[in-house]
């Protein structure tokens, strides 16, 4: 490995991660993964402490956590058996037996493909480097809004995953500190979570005003399957006889047809939020994430050319 800055392909990240969790039957943490690359990887002294611009990240890390990312959503290695701890996948453990030595452009460019939902490519050399290069005839502007949704989608799943780990009783307070992010009630002391047994259907409550004579009521639901129907008619009953005018359903899955009619027409008592919009919701305005970067892009002014 040369001395200069440059850090490997991606490819080589990926390779050096499943050779990593290869020889760990019980799996390790990121932070292990991170540390165990450098040497991994060969990586020089100045290639160990290269940062991204005007960050304080270091750049190999943030090539080996997105490694993971990518690796876990094509499903060569997975951390849902405990909490925290990375472990490879029986399809890594065969990938990894078919390139002991490597992994070349081509295994790096279908690892790309599979972790964003397409399917392995069977093509050659060639033909496999004609269409990755297809990816690439975007402008500028659409390659930045290209890997911002690439981005924006990996973390959305990543969040549900998470959500699904913690305690139910967690998922309540997250909606909550979401509802108070998009801007209702004027601090925390206005909301209240409820729940536990005898709660009606009703996991939290939001005061819109200091006094709590407007509330929106809420229930957080995480749940196996689409919710139909009748849970949001229990859901509509439940604020209907606390006489309140306005609810929330919030889920991590997804609603039925005939829910989503029965949303239409109560629109101005009841809204559904499901997985999706929960998780777009949360990367909007930073709960459960961090934006850690800011990008400015110039573009040519040319009124100010043609100005005289």
Same mark, same amino acid.
């Given at each position: 490995?040369?001395?200069t800055?440059s850090?490997?392909?991606?490819?080589?990240?990926?390779?050096?991660?499943?050779?990593?969790?290869?020889?760990r039957?019980?799996?390790?943490?990121?932070?292990?993964?991170?540390?165990?690359?450098?040497?991994?990887?060969?990586?020089?002294?100045?290639?160990?402490?290269?940062?991204?611009?005007?960050?304080?990240?270091?750049?190999?890390?943030?090539?080996?956590?997105?490694?993971?990312s990518?690796?876990?959503?094509? /499903?060569?290695?997975?951390?849902?058996?405990? %909490? =925290?701890?990375?472990?490879? !996948?029986?399809? *890594?453990?065969?990938?990894? @037996? +078919?390139?002991?030595?490597?992994?070349?452009?081509?295994? /790096?460019?279908?690892?790309?493909?599979?972790? %964003? =939902?397409?399917?392995?490519? !069977?093509?050659? *050399?060639?033909?496999l480097? @004609? +269409?990755?290069?297809?990816?690439?005839?975007?402008?500028?502007?659409?390659?930045?809004?290209?890997?911002?949704?690439?981005?924006?989608?990996?973390?959305?799943?990543?969040?549900?995953?998470?959500?699904?780990?913690?305690?139910?009783?967690?998922?309540?307070?997250?909606?909550?500190?979401?509802?108070?992010?998009?801007?209702?009630?004027?601090?925390?002391?206005?909301?209240?979570?409820?729940?536990?047994?005898?709660?009606?259907?009703?996991?939290?409550?939001?005061?819109?005003?200091?006094?709590g004579?407007?509330?929106?009521?809420?229930?957080?639901?995480?749940?196996?399957?689409?919710?139909g129907?009748?849970?949001?008619?229990?859901?509509?009953?439940?604020?209907?006889?606390?006489?309140?005018?306005?609810?929330v359903?919030?889920?991590?899955?997804?609603?039925?047809?005939?829910?989503?009619?029965?949303?239409?027409?109560?629109?101005?008592?009841?809204?559904?939020?499901?997985?999706?919009?929960?998780?777009?919701?949360?990367?909007?305005?930073?709960?459960?994430?961090?934006?850690?970067?800011?990008?400015?892009?110039?573009?040519?002014?040319?009124?100010?050319?043609?100005?005289?």
């Open positions: 490995m040369s001395a800055g850090l490997p392909p991606q490819a080589a990240f990926f390779h050096a991660i499943l050779r990593h969790l290869a020889a039957p019980d799996g390790d943490r990121r932070q292990g993964v991170h540390e165990a690359m450098p040497d991994l990887l060969g990586l020089s002294d100045l290639q160990r402490s290269e940062r991204l611009p005007n960050l304080p990240h270091l750049r190999y890390r943030h090539r080996s956590g997105w490694g993971l990518m690796l876990k959503a094509a /499903g060569y290695v997975d951390n849902t058996t405990a %909490r =925290g701890t990375w472990c490879i !996948t029986d399809k *890594g453990r065969k990938l990894l @037996e +078919e390139h002991p030595d490597g992994f070349d452009e081509n295994v /790096g460019g279908q690892l790309l493909r599979e972790s %964003r =939902g397409q399917s392995r490519s !069977t093509a050659n *050399g060639p033909e480097r @004609e +269409e990755l290069q297809d990816e690439t005839e975007l402008t500028p502007d659409e390659q930045i809004d290209a890997a911002v949704n690439e981005l924006c989608a990996s973390v959305a799943k990543e969040l549900l995953e998470q959500i699904l780990r913690m305690p139910p009783a967690f998922f309540e307070s997250l909606v909550l500190d979401l509802l108070h992010a998009l801007g209702y009630g004027s601090s925390q002391d206005d909301l209240q979570r409820v729940g536990g047994a005898g709660d009606g259907g009703i996991d939290g409550i939001i005061s819109l005003d200091r006094l004579f407007e509330k929106i009521y809420v229930q957080a639901k995480r749940w196996q399957g689409s919710v129907r009748p849970e949001i008619q229990g859901f509509y009953g439940a604020i209907s006889a606390r006489r309140a005018k306005r609810g359903f919030i889920t991590t899955s997804t609603f039925t047809r005939e829910a989503r009619e029965f949303e239409a027409h109560v629109s101005e008592s009841v809204v559904l939020i499901d997985g999706a919009r929960l998780t777009n919701l949360m990367i909007e305005h930073g709960v459960g994430v961090t934006h850690y970067r800011t990008v400015r892009l110039p573009r040519l002014d040319l009124d100010y050319f043609e100005s005289e």
